[in-house]
DNA sequence: ACAGCAAACCGCCATG
DNA sequence: GTCATGGCGGTTTGCT
């Protein structure tokens, strides 16, 4: 796909969180600038309000835009940032205008693109039903309590449902709008772009690591030092006794610890490291898909391509034909998640 | 696709 | 009383 429209729907004068002027910044940095060096061709950038030409406060600044909700209808992708907290808790509802735009633009084929809170936006308007997604992880509950059909999962960094893609809180913005980048443009120049705003394009884990606590890195044992240790041990068979052993405690521990720290499974925390690792050496390496699957410790080739198939809906080979590029910013890693079909692969 | 084995998962309960 | 921990064992999952 080509770079198209992207229209930002801003709501003013409301309360909206500060970090929104963030995810703002983000859809610009990415979507606004022109970047020739990098494609000839580049996005156009919109923001849209309620009113057109409005110089509405937002967030503390004072926000100029040129364009109005309708015209959300005569774009490619629309980007929602965050709603207002009392629209998240339901104590206020949505400008009517703006669901009414966005349900519009969605029917007219638009992608529709949701940062942080934006979710609430896309699942008050419907565009969310039945479909898998996710929001900053506070407020996932509350985004799967109040729209029960929505299949909230909170452990991702974003969700692409084919035409309907979320993001969760704040900075996975970024990682999302990268990654439509790479879907337009291609891998290489999503890492170009990557590299200008200094952040890898793949990001390793997904939000469930920042749900209670970040692994501490550099606390001399414990948990975050032996996750340290099997990260840079994945070619090696581990066990979840292993690694409870190397933490000083019973397995039994280390599984609740675990459980507590990243929102996962011993074992689920590891095949997400090795599909990382084999990612990156995909990406990165002309290595045999056998030497692939031995160094992340995947096992046998054909235990790698089965889980390749399962969790990041492509096979090796495929996947290396996407991503495969010798100007890598960082490691890539699993930890956005696509349609079950793998349709967009 | 299937089977068999090993490991992982996790509820439950006892202990400090 | 609460809380963290660890052992047990039945069930589930994953790998070959």
Not at 165 to 175: E, F, H
């Amino acid at each position: 796909m080509p770079p198209g429209r992207v229209a930002i729907a801003v709501i003013e004068n409301a309360d909206i969180p500060p970090w929104d002027l963030y995810e703002l910044g983000i859809a610009y940095a990415v979507f606004g600038l022109p970047q020739p060096d990098i494609a000839e061709r580049w996005y156009d950038l919109r923001l849209c309000a309620a009113e057109a030409d409005s110089a509405g406060r937002h967030g503390g600044f004072s926000l100029r835009t040129d364009y109005r909700y309708s015209d959300l209808a005569d774009t490619d992708t629309v980007i929602v940032t965050s709603v207002p907290e009392a629209c998240i808790t339901g104590d206020m509802e949505l400008p009517a205008e703006l669901l009414e735009a966005l349900c519009r633009a969605s029917a007219g084929g638009a992608r529709m693109v949701s940062l942080c809170a934006g979710a609430f936006a896309l699942a008050a308007a419907g565009l969310l039903d039945g479909r898998r997604a996710t929001a900053h992880w506070a407020h996932t509950e509350i985004l799967a309590k109040r729209f029960p059909l929505v299949d909230v999962d909170n452990s991702v960094l974003y969700v692409d449902d084919g035409d309907v893609l979320t993001s969760a809180g704040v900075s996975a913005g970024l990682d999302l709008c990268l990654h439509l980048v790479r879907c337009d443009l291609g891998a290489h120049v999503a890492n170009q772009l990557a590299r200008r705003l200094v952040v890898p394009t793949h990001r390793p884990g997904g939000q469930a690591q920042f749900i209670e606590q970040s692994i501490p890195l550099s606390d001399g044992e414990g948990l975050g030092s032996v996750l340290l240790w099997a990260a840079a041990n994945l070619d090696q068979p581990l066990t979840v006794d292993d690694l409870a052993g190397r933490a000083g405690m019973s397995s039994r521990t280390f599984f609740r610890r675990l459980r507590s720290m990243t929102g996962t499974t011993p074992l689920q925390w590891l095949l997400t490291q090795r599909l990382a690792r084999a990612q990156s050496l995909l990406e990165s390496t002309d290595l045999s898909i056998e030497l692939v699957s031995e160094h992340s410790g995947l096992g046998t080739a054909a235990n790698l391509r089965r889980q390749f198939s399962l969790h990041i809906g492509v096979s090796p080979t495929s996947y290396r034909r996407s991503f495969s590029t010798a100007a890598a910013v960082d490691s890539p890693s699993a930890v956005w998640s696509r349609p079950p079909d793998g349709s967009r692969a």
